[in-house]
């Protein structure tokens, strides 16, 4: 596709359950990054892919919070043991280069009740 | 204190005004700066990108840089209804293997007719 997709667009869920979200970059994008906005703020980094690795996960807040890129391409965002506190807006965004200018999709707006 | 500081606004302006959005940082390792638009229930969009200080111009937009007072702005010209969105500063070191940004909260601007 043109641009990032995220799927689904829309996760509710309740406390304690478990929930996946997908990334699709662009197509050729190396760099891929997972950040979280909540409602009034500006997006906070999560964690950050070159190719499969994590590169840097310093952002995830707790050990509740995975994510995978097995193939170098798609990732997952897992979230365990959900919490209301994790209700946000999950921001995926890809780039060709660690140092390029950050492509975002429009984000999975996860709501746990 | 937090790293990039951003009136959330909203700010209001009729339709033809100059808009000036500002952020300031606090981290003089920062040496990337972009600015994005978010429309509601959107991803971030790039809007501009630069890495020196002084002005860059492109079409309605200028941002601007001034890294000895760590002071960044976005300057919209002949403000148009479908420029009512959120503008989010954003910023981030180079080096390693990371390049995350550091966003601010993000300013509401409404262009009104």
């Known amino acids: 596709g043109a641009g990032v997709s995220q799927t689904p667009s829309n996760k509710v869920t309740e406390k304690g359950k478990y929930v996946e979200l997908r990334c699709d970059p662009i197509s050729g994008h190396t760099a891929l990054y997972w950040y979280r906005q909540s409602l009034g703020q500006g997006p906070e980094f999560l964690i950050y892919f070159q190719g499969t690795g994590a590169a840097d996960d310093s952002g995830l807040p707790n050990d509740r919070f995975f994510a995978v890129r097995p193939e170098g391409s798609v990732s997952t965002l897992k979230i365990q043991r959900t919490e209301r506190g994790d209700s946000a807006v999950y921001l995926c965004?890809?780039?060709?280069?660690?140092?390029?200018?950050?492509?975002f999709g429009n984000g999975t707006r996860l709501t746990v009740t | 204190q937090k790293e990039v500081e951003q009136d959330p606004g909203p700010l209001s302006v009729p339709e033809g005004a100059i808009v000036s959005l500002n952020c300031t940082y606090s981290?003089?390792?920062?040496?990337?700066f972009m600015w994005y638009r978010q429309y509601s229930r959107k991803g971030p969009e790039l809007l501009m990108y630069t890495y020196s200080s002084g002005n860059k111009e492109d079409g309605r937009f200028t941002a601007q840089v001034d890294k000895s007072s760590k002071y960044i702005s976005l300057f919209i010209r002949d403000s148009q209804p479908s420029d009512s969105a959120t503008y989010l500063c954003a910023t981030y070191t180079r080096g390693g293997t990371a390049s995350k940004l550091t966003f601010g909260t993000g300013t509401r601007l409404q262009v009104t007719l």
């Open positions: 965004a890809s780039s060709d280069s660690y140092n390029s200018p950050l492509h």
């Open positions: 981290n003089s390792a920062f040496q990337y």
